[in-house]
């Protein structure tokens, strides 16, 4: 069994935006991905090469399985995402997703 990375990257206008997103994460986001089936959670918080950069924020989500992240996708994103689209994309913050297998 393969295990599946699943990352999500925001670009966050300010560092009172990102702050937000980061307590959003942490205050239950994280959580409500690990029940839907992933197996673990991190969030890293990208160096900035330039003042003028956006900030940005990763998050690592490691799931046991493709079944796992396949259920999740169909079963749980929809509701998580349109949770993050309602409180940031106003906001001004833009997401970034990729996926791929662990090695």
């Known amino acids: 069994m393969t295990a599946i990375a699943y990352t999500v990257t925001a670009s966050l206008p300010d560092?009172?935006?990102?702050d937000d997103y980061i307590a959003w994460l942490e205050d239950g986001h994280l959580d409500a991905v690990i029940k839907?089936?992933?197996?673990?959670?991190s969030i890293i918080k990208l160096?900035?090469?330039a003042d003028s950069d956006p900030f940005r924020v990763?998050?690592?989500y490691i799931f046991?399985?493709?079944?796992?992240?396949?259920?999740y996708?169909?079963?749980?994103?929809?509701k998580l995402r349109e949770e993050g689209v309602r409180l940031f994309i106003p906001r001004r913050v833009t997401f970034s997703r990729t996926i791929g297998?662990?090695?």
């Open 64 to 71: 046991a399985t493709r079944a796992r992240f396949d259920d």
């Open 101 to 103: 297998e662990v090695v």
């Open 36 to 41: 839907g089936g992933a197996h673990s959670a």
């Open 47 to 49: 160096d900035r090469d």
């Open 58 to 60: 990763e998050t690592r």
């Open 15 to 18: 560092k009172h935006t990102r």
């Open 73 to 78: 996708t169909s079963h749980h994103a929809p």
